[in-house]
T-cell receptor, first 112, second 112 residues
Framework: GESVGLHLPTLSVQEGDNSIINCAYSNSASDYFIWYKQESGKGPQFIIDIRSNMDKRQGQRVTVLLNKTVKHLSLQIAATQPGDSAVYFCAENGGSQGNLIFGKGTKLSVKP | EAGVTQSPTHLIKTRGQQVTLRCSPISGHTSVYWYQQALGLGLQFLLWYDEGEERNRGNFPPRFSGRQFPNYSSELNVNALELEDSALYLC???????????FGPGTRLTVL
């Protein structure tokens, strides 16, 4: 069935290190992908998105990589800071259904 | 610019009761989405409204319903509440469908 999954449910990194959060998707029709950050007690916050006609997109301290061959998405956070501690979700559009299909999330903990 | 707003922030109901949750999208956004996030789980798609019409529906029973008003605000109604309906209900809006969705803070529903 359609699903978006994450390889690592938890990730602990040292402040200043780079973080990589991975995500696998199963719907070949998906052509739009988003990464969200969710802090405790808050709604998900948009981080960065990418469409299937690209394989890399950069934002401020974040980079998203898309490998359509193996249906893999990753979020790279440079110089991770304590404020980056949160749960990160990847989401796909399932081939333009309108709604997004979310993975279960990866909890990122940043050690000072 | 104001973000997506939701009301109420918290709600406690008993089993069998009915509840109405409200969402105001970002000004200019015509699409509104509802998601359910049970404790410790990812986001499950409930409903998508665009231009006042229901465009897509997730795998939830008919007691979950909603509507979108001419000003693009939306309501989510849940009838005959069950204990497992306890969750964070998130509303998101987008300028056009298949574009980034911006989330509100959510309504925390507890069913006793």
């Amino acid at each position: 069935g359609e699903s978006v999954g994450l390889h690592l449910p938890t990730l602990s990194v040292q402040e200043g290190d780079n973080s990589i959060i991975n995500c696998a998707y199963s719907n070949s029709a998906s052509d739009y992908f988003i990464w969200y950050k969710q802090e405790s007690g808050k709604g998900p916050q948009f981080i960065i998105d990418i469409r299937s006609n690209m394989d890399k997109r950069q934002g401020q301290r974040v980079t998203v990589l898309l490998n359509k061959t193996v249906k893999h998405l990753s979020l790279q956070i440079a110089a991770t800071q304590p404020g980056d501690s949160a749960v990160y979700f990847c989401a796909e559009n399932g081939g333009s259904q309108g709604n997004l299909i979310f993975g279960k999330g990866t909890k990122l903990s940043v050690k000072p | 610019e104001a973000g997506v707003t939701q009301s109420p922030t918290h709600l406690i109901k008993t089993r069998g009761q009915q509840v109405t949750l409200r969402c105001s999208p970002i000004s200019g956004h015509t699409s509104v989405y509802w998601y359910q996030q049970a404790l410790g789980l990812g986001l499950q798609f409930l409903l998508w409204y665009d231009e006042g019409e229901e465009r897509n529906r997730g795998n939830f029973p008919p007691r979950f319903s909603g509507r979108q008003f001419p000003n693009y605000s939306s309501e989510l109604n849940v009838n005959a509440l069950e204990l497992e309906d306890s969750a964070l209900y998130l509303c998101a809006s987008s300028l056009v469908w298949d574009n980034e969705q911006f989330f509100g803070p959510g309504t925390r529903l507890t069913v006793l």
